[in-house]
Each structure stands twice: as structure tokens, then as C-alpha cells.
């Protein structure tokens, strides 16, 4: 990779490759998330594990959403990758490093909370001695 004149990697961070990530790293987040319920014996707690996972972690990516996505906004085209830490000049810098950080994670916990959602609904909705009621 190129390097500008303040040692900054080249390109610099596109929202679209960044939001492509953090849905990568969300679909792949899928699969613990799976065999973590469907290996908590009884239907009930099965279920209430799956709504407070879908809860909890679809707030926080909400939030870390928002706020990448201000921090993104703060830098005004200053966006740099966390690789290009050691460029910071100062403590108001750290915002170009931040906001994609914060960004991909909020969206890897929305995809993430969004399959403990819809895992919650194939649960709640499965018939009685089935794999998936318990």
C-alpha cells in the first residue's frame, strides 16, 4: 500500500468497504451464536437467552452505530485505519481512527442481534418435540 506524506495508508477508508466488513463479521458471528442456543437445554430458556442476546446486543450496535457514524462525520475525510494509529498528532485525531472502528462493530452487533431475532422467532414458533423446541 501507498503511503501520503504523513505516513497514512492509501487509500483512504470508504464508508460502503467498511460497512462490508462489519455484515461479514456479523454473518460470521452467526455460527457461535447458533451453536451457543442450540446448546441451552429447555425451550424457555432457550428463548429468553435468545431475546436478551437480540436485545442487548442490537442496542449497543445501534449505539455504536451512531456514534461511528458522527465520529466518521467529525473527521471530515480524515479517515484513517487503526493500523495507522502511530499518524496521530494529537487527541482530537483519534476520532478519524474511532469512527470506523465503532462502525464496523455497531454493525457487526446489529447483524448479530438481528440472527438472534430471527433464531428467536424459529424457536418460539417451533412445533412441540422438534430439534429446535428442545
Known amino acids: 500500500m501507498a503511503l ?19 455484515v461479514t463479521f456479523g454473518l460470521l ?15 424457555s430458556n432457550r428463548r429468553d437467552f435468545l431475546a436478551v442476546v437480540s436485545g442487548v446486543v442490537g442496542l449497543f450496535g445501534a449505539i455504536l452505530l451512531l456514534i461511528g457514524a458522527g465520529f466518521w462525520w467529525a473527521s471530515a475525510g480524515d479517515v484513517r485505519r487503526v ?11 483519534s476520532v478519524t481512527v474511532v469512527g470506523p ?11 448479530l442481534g438481528a440472527a438472534a431475532l430471527g433464531l ?5 414458533a417451533a412445533p412441540y418435540g422438534s430439534w429446535l423446541y428442545s
Open 29 to 43: 458471528g452467526v455460527v457461535p451464536l447458533v451453536v451457543a442456543a442450540l446448546s441451552i437445554p429447555g425451550h
Open 120 to 124: 428467536y422467532q424459529l424457536v418460539a
Open 101 to 111: 472502528l465503532f462502525l464496523r462493530s455497531g454493525l457487526f452487533l446489529l447483524v
Open 83 to 93: 493500523r495507522d494509529w502511530r499518524t496521530l498528532t494529537g487527541q482530537a485525531a
Open 4 to 22: 501520503d506524506q504523513d505516513g497514512v495508508m492509501l487509500p483512504r477508508l470508504r464508508p460502503a468497504d467498511v460497512a462490508r466488513r462489519g
